[in-house]
């Protein structure tokens, strides 16, 4: 393997992703360690699938940028102080 070749900025908008592939996706962003850019805008990942992208992130130490726009997720206030 070549650790040059890494996988930085991934397009992924307009596919049609809805929760079941947003599962998937929320494995693989937890244990990225290159993935600096994720656009999933304009799919139908929903709620339940934006909350386990989120929880994905804590694991996630390189993420930048994650573009969630138009996934029909709801603003959720948690009972966070």
């Known amino acids: 393997t070549n650790d040059d ?9 307009w596919n049609s992703i809805r ?10 962003i937890a244990f990225n360690k290159s993935l600096r ?3 999933l805008s304009y799919n139908a990942i929903g709620s339940d699938g934006g909350k ?3 929880e994905s992130l804590y694991e996630n130490k390189t993420m930048e940028s ?4 138009n996934n029909n997720i709801d603003a ?3 009972g966070v102080n």
């Not at 070749?5 to 908008?13: A, P, Q, T, V, W």
């Not at 929760?19 to 693989?28: E, F, I, P, Y």
């Not at 994650?66 to 726009?69: K, S, Y």
Request: with cysteine; glycine share 6%.
């Open 76 to 78: 959720e206030v948690s």
């Open 5 to 13: 070749c890494c996988l930085r900025i991934l397009k992924l908008s």
């Open 52 to 54: 386990i992208i989120g």
């Open 66 to 69: 994650l573009i969630l726009t």
């Open 19 to 28: 929760l079941d592939s947003g599962v998937c996706l929320a494995h693989a």
């Open 37 to 39: 850019i994720l656009d």
